[in-house]
């Protein structure tokens, strides 16, 4: 075996695996297009027909309620101001409770408190990280609103478990699916099993606008709410037969003509997009199985992961070295790792200290759990000792560089002892 790169042996991937790149040609003829019209946003926020966006806004909803087989698509500036319509929309008042994961970007914790409402933190599945359906029902009270999925690293959450639980209480599944553009539970596409689907167009994802998101769902009165709050929806009031003015409080969450034409392209090329990814993840993954103390990213029955992240859990008992000597030296062979995704958001100190809207603690003094005892063991697991992942949107696929990313985790784990005998040594000196 030849010498691990941490130790100064030559590293097994020499240069940094290119960026990705998915701005094309198509892109940029849409994006002319756009500038040709001189429409760059069709929105007004005050009644009449341009209260719903532009031509191009028009279309990419067209588009995405196609795509998705759903009866609504409402565009956005971002997940996190979808995940906030969501909320605005699902009626959340000050003090309901929203359960949701502690494992996820931070945006699905901060959109309950934005309408006063108290994040209430479950478990995760340890094989595949979404919410426990178990812990969620042990975590419903009577101020449950509603529960917040999040479809973690592109692998959905147990939604048809989720949905009936939340119907059974007569509150609402929201899906936090960033991470999941075409990821599927039982045929059927994350995004599209709760009430709300929240999607994520940002830079870092499989397709994207820059900046952007997308709400869906098949209920003709949430969407008219969610197309509400994007455009402040005070001034569409007396306009909109609306019978519930609960949160009919507006923001400008509107997506430009520029945004959606480039998403519109995107949109078509989503398969592409995926696909890629998810042939990269397996290939890599099938390079690497059946290495002791290394378990790679399940996939559920019946589900598609389209690996936006590619997690495996980590046993350092059973490799023999901590994870972050394990990182450090695959990071030195050249595959670009990292450990722990984020810590439990309850570590926060919004929520540690308690403080999020005003000077005096609200929403909490409205009654919340005290965030410094709440514990997630799952999730505290993955993040102090088990995750580490690759962020396999971060760079270009090809089945080169799957095959010599399998060859570094080989190169670590076989070369495993020494770096132990080594840190040994340290430790005795
Ligand atoms: C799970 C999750 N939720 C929400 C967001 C927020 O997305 P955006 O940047 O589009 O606001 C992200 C962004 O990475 C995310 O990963």
């Known amino acids: 075996m030849s010498k691990l790169a941490i130790l100064g042996g ?115 599945e340890a094989e595949t990280f979404g919410l426990d359906p178990a812990a969620v029902a042990a975590a419903v009270t009577p101020r449950t609103r509603a529960i917040l999925a999040v479809n973690l690293f592109g692998h959905p959450a147990r939604l048809a478990e989720l949905r009936a639980l939340a119907d059974s209480h007569g509150i609402y599944l ?54 509400m709050i994007r455009n402040h929806a005070e001034n569409a009031t007396t306009w909109l037969e609306i019978d519930d003015l609960t949160n009919m409080v507006g923001f400008n969450y509107r997506m430009g003509e520029l945004s959606a034409a480039i998403g519109l392209v995107q949109l078509a090329d989503v398969d592409r997009h995926v696909e890629a990814r998810e042939a990269f993840a397996r290939r890599f993954t099938d390079g690497m199985r059946n290495l002791a103390g290394l378990r790679t990213p399940t996939v559920r029955d019946g589900c598609r992961h389209n690996y936006y992240c590619w997690c495996a859990t980590y046993d350092a008992g059973a490799v023999g070295i901590p994870r972050d000597v394990f990182r450090d030296a695959l990071i030195a062979e050249g595959v670009p790792c990292f450990t722990g995704y984020v810590p439990p958001l309850y570590r926060l100190p919004v929520f540690q200290r308690r403080i999020a809207m005003g000077r005096d603690g609200f929403p909490f003094t409205l009654g919340a759990p005290d965030y410094k005892t709440v514990r997630c063991p799952v999730t505290e697991r993955m993040h102090e000792q088990q995750a580490l992942l690759v962020e396999i949107c971060a760079f270009t696929p090809s089945d080169e560089l799957a095959d010599r990313f399998a060859e570094a985790v080989h190169k670590v784990h076989a070369g495993a002892w020494e770096l132990r005998a080594m840190s040994k040594t340290k430790a005795a000196s």
């Open 10 to 124: 030559s590293p097994v991937i020499a240069a940094p695996p290119p960026p990705y790149r998915s701005m094309g040609p198509k892109e940029a003829a849409a994006v002319a297009e756009v500038i040709a019209s001189d429409c760059l946003s069709g929105f007004y926020g005050s009644p009449g027909d341009e209260y719903w966006g532009g031509p191009k806004v028009q279309a990419f909803e067209a588009a995405w309620r196609q795509r998705y087989g759903v009866a609504h698509a409402v565009s956005v500036n971002s997940a996190t101001s979808g995940l906030f319509a969501a909320m605005g929309a699902i009626g959340l008042s000050p003090g309901d409770e929203v359960i949701l994961p502690a494992w996820t970007m931070s945006a699905t914790a901060m959109a309950p408190l934005v309408y006063g409402g108290i994040p209430i933190f479950a478990d995760i």
């Open 174 to 227: 929201v899906e936090d699916n960033a991470q999941a553009p075409l990821g599927a539970e039982g045929g059927r596409p994350a995004g599209s099993i709760g009430h709300i689907g929240v999607f994520s167009l940002n830079y870092h994802k499989h397709i994207h606008t820059g900046e952007g998101g997308v709400c869906t769902t098949d209920d003709p009165r949430l969407a008219t709410r969610l197309q």
